[in-house]
């Protein structure tokens, strides 16, 4: 009779046993954030189909103390998972080959992160002229 | 010679499947100089304070992949880990996380091995050609495209990296993935799409979520992280694309 009794250790708590993992549970739990921030411009689009008097309310909703509050944390976590995304964009994608030598993964992920940056700024630039 | 002679204690996770309802850990104090890996620090242990310790090795060079152990939560090759970085703090070793203990730092790899044998690791010719026809032939680039992924040595360090395989012993997991890609990637191959039931099945490459700490484990530069997913965009372009041009009989 075989004396195997091979073991299985428990996967409990599993993320919080390296800070690599810990690192990937706080990337993926800010994408939380941005599906929170993309719902509240849906419920902007929907006030507006309901009229003036329900957009007014959701535009001075976003001026209280609290919106504020929250649109900071936001902004942090979203900024937080723009970096975390960009960072392991290198390992998601076929290699990419110019001039007979492969693109380094700082590349593109430098590459990520700014055209994330000059996409916000032109968005910006956009709506500060639309506001004028 | 004895005053360089420095002290770590070493504690290690034992499991005897015989006598222990489940591991419990060690400490030994080993004497080591600057030159020794953490490997001879577990054979300091096996030959002079306990000959039942247990673990895999053979080349002590980072070739042949046996010695793979969790080093402080880390999985490592502990050929190519010295306890000079870690004195004067002690060290842990533990059996390769993710597996089923068999005995002390020696895992169960029989899952691995099906594995390695489920993704047709061999190349499979696009068409048989005869001795008169000669060689198959490669480009520098053809080879590029591969070689990378040629460089795995089975160690399975990237199996104890990966969560999803901790979660789901039955994910076909990175290191079979890249070999699977390799094969793919091979000019002279031809049987990518035999390959892609398995790549797009339950076990197959959607159980990867992406943490990517196998590529930052991975001692040869592999990337597994990279092939698997890579061949995440191919399964869903397999799985659309024959809405355009239907294949008849394929799966």
């Known amino acids: 009779m075989s004396k195997r009794r091979p073991y299985v250790r428990s996967m409990d708590g599993w993320w919080k046993k390296n800070p690599y993992f810990i690192e990937y549970m706080i990337h993926e739990s800010t994408a939380l954030f941005v599906a929170a921030y993309a719902f509240i411009l849906l419920v902007g689009l929907v006030r507006l189909g309901q009229g003036e008097a329900a957009w007014s309310g959701w535009l001075d909703a976003l001026k209280s103390p609290l919106s504020l509050t929250c649109h900071v944390v936001f902004l942090v976590a979203i900024l937080y998972h723009t970096y975390t995304w960009f960072k392991i964009m290198p390992i998601t994608m076929p290699p990419i080959i110019v001039g007979g030598k492969r693109v380094g993964p700082e590349v593109i992920t430098g590459s990520g992160l700014l055209a994330a940056l000059v996409a916000s700024l032109v968005l910006l630039g956009l709506v500060w002229r639309l506001a004028l | ?251």
């Open chain 2, 1 to 251: 010679m004895s005053e360089n002679l420095k002290i770590i204690e070493i504690e290690v996770l034992r499991y005897h499947p015989e006598s222990d309802r489940e591991p419990h850990l060690e400490v030994y104090k080993v004497p080591f100089t600057d030159d020794m890996s953490v490997l001879q620090g577990a054979q300091y242990i096996k030959d002079n304070f306990d000959g039942s310790l247990t673990f895999r090795w053979s080349c002590r060079m980072a070739i042949c992949g046996s010695c793979g152990m969790m080093i402080n939560g880390i999985p490592k090759l502990s050929c190519e880990t010295f306890l000079r970085d870690y004195h004067p703090n002690r060290i842990r070793i533990e059996a390769l996380a993710h597996f089923p203990i068999e005995k002390d730092l020696v895992v169960d790899l029989s899952g691995f091995i099906e594995k390695l044998e489920s993704i047709q690791p061999y190349i499979i010719p696009k068409e048989p050609r005869s001795l008169e026809q000669g060689e198959y032939l490669q480009s520098p680039q053809q080879f590029n495209d591969y070689i990378q992924f040629t460089s795995c040595i089975n160690c399975t360090l990237c199996y104890a990296a990966c969560p999803q395989f901790g979660l789901n012993p039955d994910f076909i997991g990175p290191a079979a993935i890249a070999l699977l890609h390799r094969y793919n990637m091979d000019s002279r191959d031809g049987a990518a799409e035999e390959r892609m039931e398995l790549v797009a099945s339950e076990e197959g490459v959607f159980n990867c979520s992406a943490v990517g700490y196998c590529s930052v484990v991975c001692p040869k530069h592999v990337d597994p992280a990279n092939a698997v997913n890579i061949n995440k965009t191919n399964a869903a372009k397999d799985y659309f694309l024959r809405f355009l041009s239907p294949k008849g009989g394929s799966k």
